[in-house]
């Protein structure tokens, strides 16, 4: 059986794990940061959860990285 993590050890692993997340998404985490914060103070985070608000925020930001990439990419070639 696996032994426990501690209270540090899962804290590490989940910030590595988010930091991971936004560099595969292609997201600016401190942007990701404020968006989300922004739609909490807007619809308070009980409605934010339920209405789909953070998921939109986030898909926003991913959009927008989608098309600095594909604009990169153009430039490349």
């Known amino acids: 059986m696996p ?3 501690s209270g ?3 804290l590490k692993t989940a910030l590595v794990l988010r930091d991971a ?3 595969d998404l292609g ?3 401190p942007t990701a940061m404020r968006q989300l914060a922004n739609v909490e103070d ?3 985070a ?3 959860f339920e209405e789909g608000g953070y998921l939109l925020a986030l898909a ?3 959009r927008h990285a989608g098309e600095r990439h594909d604009k990169s990419s153009d430039q490349l070639g």
């Open 3 to 5: 032994a426990k993590l």
């Open 8 to 10: 540090h050890a899962r």
């Open 21 to 23: 997340l936004s560099a």
């Open 27 to 29: 997201l600016s985490l």
């Open 42 to 44: 807007t619809l308070g």
């Open 46 to 48: 009980r409605a934010a």
């Open 60 to 62: 926003s930001l991913c």
